[in-house]
């Protein structure tokens, strides 16, 4: 009797976390469409970027002190439990990002989803007035049905949560439960009507002839995607240092808002704008320009270090798809294939989590190509040094 008590208690828990997620990442999925066919339509929406900076800024300041630490705030909080995470950071970081990407900041998704996931299930977890190891497991179980949700790949969504933040000793009890959250957040996410990305990789080199050769040049890849992670996070600590010295906090996001408005109007492209799925798409069948991954890589420094809101793998896609791409005029792989590897690798280095990229890279490109991304993506993760892009991790290491 008691094992059917906590089958149904963690049904119930599985069930609460992953439908109310899976909708919430629908409409935040749909309202990021929404607002970046208005900017696309609406070119004059760049010269907001300091004032939306501005205004970010000031509700983080009014509403989300206890908050402004984002996806680290809920990473540390499930290795060690301290207090609820404030439901108010769902709708902020929310409303943040969609106001990022109205104005063009060059942001990603992932860390929206992971706290409005973390938010939730924080507040599920109290509902149900759950805590200790219980409490951890629901925190677990929101950051992987965020994730998965939001990108359209359940199994990569467990495997990020349990990378990232399970105690090696809790993994694999935490697998399953987290699994099927996101699961059912998936399920959800898709049944009312939201839509993911489609790449079409094309076809791949035949893995019994010239198969050293091939290895050798993936071997290559996953090296410059580990060296492209490091600079990144580097890049990223050295703006984040830069802007902290500027005392008030509101003026941080405004003068970033004013560099990134003099780079668009240097540039004069709106593919770096937002999270650029197009130019994602395109990069899978035309070689990238040389230096579109350095462009994008810049911008979106810029834009989350200075303080406006979004999460930062799907710039991670953009710069190592476009990297991939643009290495096929030099290295002797299919397009399709160097940009597929590129768009896990730069990930998996930047973010320490080979086999959840792996696992993703499989979700969305096939099973195929498995052998090649888990090569690129451990070399990747060695490569790019100790650190990571959470901060938590970086004092880990």
């Known amino acids: 009797m008691e094992r059917w008590r906590w089958s149904l208690k963690w049904a119930v828990y599985i069930l609460s976390v992953g439908t109310s997620i899976g909708l919430m990442s629908a409409i935040f999925l749909k309202s990021l469409d929404w607002v970046t066919e208005l900017r696309n339509t609406n070119d004059w929406l760049i010269y907001l970027l300091p004032l939306v900076g501005l205004l970010i800024a000031f509700f983080y300041k009014q509403y989300g002190a206890s908050v402004v630490r984002g996806n680290d705030l809920i990473f540390e909080e499930i290795q060690a439990e301290s207090k609820p995470i404030p439901l108010r950071m769902a709708p902020l970081v929310f409303f943040g990002t969609l106001l990022t990407h109205l ?4 942001a990603g998704r992932e860390g929206t989803a992971v706290q409005m996931g973390g938010a939730i299930a924080s507040k599920i977890a109290k509902i149900f007035r759950s805590t200790g190891p219980d409490r951890k497991l629901i925190l677990i179980m929101g950051v992987s049905s965020g994730f998965a949700s939001v990108f359209g790949t359940p199994f990569a969504g467990a495997f990020f949560a349990l990378e990232v933040v399970a105690l090696k000793e809790k993994r694999i009890l935490s697998f399953l439960p987290a699994l099927l959250t996101a699961l059912v957040a998936h399920v959800v996410c898709l049944s009312v009507g939201a839509k993911h990305s489609d790449y079409f990789v094309g076809n791949l080199p035949n893995f019994d002839r010239g198969i050293v050769k091939v290895i050798l040049l993936v071997v290559i890849l996953g090296l410059v995607s580990g060296s492209i992670s490091f600079c990144y996070m ?19 996001p405004v003068i970033g808002g004013i560099l990134l408005l003099i780079g668009y109007m240097t540039i004069v492209d709106s593919r770096f704008m937002g999270l650029g799925i197009d130019s994602i798409q395109q990069s899978f069948s035309v070689p990238s320009q040389p230096f579109d991954f350095l462009i994008k890589l ?19 896609f953009f710069i190592g798809a476009s990297m991939g791409s643009a290495l096929s005029l030099f290295l002797p792989l299919p397009l399709g294939m160097m940009a597929a590897i590129g768009f896990v690798a730069v990930f998996a280095g930047a973010t320490k989590t080979p086999i959840a990229s792996t696992i ?14 888990c090569i690129a993506c451990y070399l990747s993760y060695f490569v790019s040094g100790k650190g990571s892009i959470y901060d938590f991790k970086k004092a880990e290491s």
């Open 234 to 252: 580097q890049l990223s600590k050295s703006a984040s240092g830069i802007f902290s010295k500027i005392k008030e906090p509101m003026l941080r």
């Open 360 to 373: 993703m890279g499989m979700e969305i490109f096939g099973p195929q190509i498995g052998v090649y991304l």
């Open 103 to 106: 104005v063009g900041g060059s």
């Open 298 to 316: 810049l911008l979106t420094v810029l834009t989350l270090s200075s303080g406006f809101k979004g999460g930062e793998v799907t710039p991670l």
